[in-house]
């Protein structure tokens, strides 16, 4: 079955970095388009970043020039480099395979 398995996540200091990973399994990865949501308690889900089979990709608003979307296709992985944190950037992450499958999400928390 269908398996997307989140990791990277944790407490890093305003203007740090993390790396979060995407381990997918159970679908043809290479062909997928994938993306990252978030979402933070009582708030909606929230679009971050898109990367189609083709390797374009686009980003919201809030993290254009600071987040990055990239896929390894041979190991079947999807990646979120995440820069210059900010604490409003403190949420559950989560991983998806477009339209229909949702990882179980990583928690960031952005705090000094």
């Known amino acids: 079955q269908v398996q997307l398995v989140e990791s990277g996540g944790g407490l890093v200091q305003p203007g740090g970095s993390l790396r979060l990973s995407c381990a997918a399994a159970?679908?043809?990865?290479?062909?997928?388009?994938m993306r990252w949501y978030r979402r933070g308690p009582g708030k909606e889900r929230e679009f971050v970043a898109n990367?189609?089979?083709?390797?374009?990709?686009y980003y919201a608003d809030s993290v254009k020039g600071r987040f990055t979307i990239s896929r390894d296709s041979a190991k079947n992985t999807l990646y979120l480099q995440m820069n210059s944190l900010k604490p409003e950037d403190t949420v559950v992450y989560y991983c998806?395979?477009?339209?229909?499958?949702w990882g179980q999400g990583t928690q960031v928390t952005v705090s000094s």
């Open positions: 990367i189609g089979p083709s390797g374009t990709t």
């Open positions: 998806h395979a477009y339209p229909a499958y």
């Open positions: 159970g679908f043809t990865f290479s062909s997928a388009t």
